[in-house]
């Protein structure tokens, strides 16, 4: 197994083929279709941790970000962690663990950050394996449609050079990030667009040009593809 450590600028061209197998493999379209996650627009992430095998293939993802957010009003530097996927014939190996660890050492040394943030679905049993532990807070973010307070999913905390909070009010100035990546395989572009409507990852998007706002390109797991537009994160 080998790990490391990419700013998604530096993924290649081959790196980005083996996400997207990989991100077909985790999410076939009846995964995709039935996801809950679908009627949210999700922020990408910035840095991709890569496991690989011993034959060099991508078998597992973990996505690392930072936002500048607000708790109880007071700006933080904080960490988030999404697209966590392993493909299916490499689970139970510590794939996702290592990859785990290894954003736990990007946001200490590299980042920075006093603690990481994520939102899960169902899989907060093995998130607190990891020593995150759930957070009893409110948490706000940003959709197209404007601030909403965000209760879909199970926020996380994870203690990195300080004691991540246990409570409080979180504002994350920005779209959240999901632990996975249910809307299929992310690309950031640097675009300028607004939403009009924000479709689901099959459906058609309808947007107009503005200069503060970018878009996502996900590519769904039958490799179709569609724009979700939302406002850069602050
Ligand atoms: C969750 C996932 C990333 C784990 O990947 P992995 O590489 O197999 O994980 P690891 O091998 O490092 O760890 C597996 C351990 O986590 C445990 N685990 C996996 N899924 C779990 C769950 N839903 N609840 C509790 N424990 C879980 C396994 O039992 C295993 O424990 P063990 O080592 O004691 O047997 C993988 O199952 C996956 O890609 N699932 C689909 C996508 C997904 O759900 N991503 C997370 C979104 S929140």
Redesign the pocket.
């Known amino acids: 197994m080998r790990i490391e450590c990419k700013a998604t600028d530096d993924l290649t061209n081959d790196d980005h083929a083996a996400l997207r197998v990989l991100s077909a493999a985790?999410?076939p379209p009846r995964v995709t279709a039935a996801s809950p996650g679908l009627q949210f627009a999700w922020a990408p992430q910035q840095s991709h941790i890569l496991?690989r095998d011993d034959a060099g293939q991508i078998?597992?993802h973990v996505g690392v970000l930072t936002r500048t957010v607000l708790l109880d009003g007071v700006p933080v530097r904080i960490g988030g962690v999404g697209g966590?996927?392993?493909?299916?014939d490499?689970?139970?190996?510590?794939?996702?663990?290592?990859?785990?660890a290894r954003a736990a050492a990007f946001f200490a040394d590299e980042a920075r950050v006093p603690f990481a943030f994520?939102v899960?679905?169902?899989?907060?049993?093995?998130?607190?394996?990891l020593n995150w532990r759930l957070f009893g807070g409110v948490v706000n973010v940003e959709q197209p449609g404007g601030t909403i307070h965000f209760t879909a999913n199970e926020p996380m905390v994870y203690s990195v050079r300080r004691t991540a909070p246990a409570a409080g009010a979180l504002d994350l100035q920005g779209l959240p990030w999901?632990?996975?990546?249910?809307v299929g395989y992310a690309v950031y572009r640097h675009e300028s667009c607004v939403p009009v409507h924000v479709g689901s990852s099959h459906s058609a998007v309808h947007y107009r040009r503005r200069n503060t706002w970018h878009g996502a390109l996900h590519r769904g797991a039958d490799n179709n593809t569609s724009h979700s537009w939302f406002r850069a994160a602050r």
């Not at 899960?120 to 394996?129: A, C, K, N, P, S």
């Open positions: 985790v999410y496991v078998v597992s966590v996927k392993t493909h299916p490499a689970r139970g190996w510590g794939c996702a663990s290592a990859a785990m994520l899960t679905l169902d899989r907060r049993l093995f998130y607190e394996r999901l632990s996975a990546n249910e």
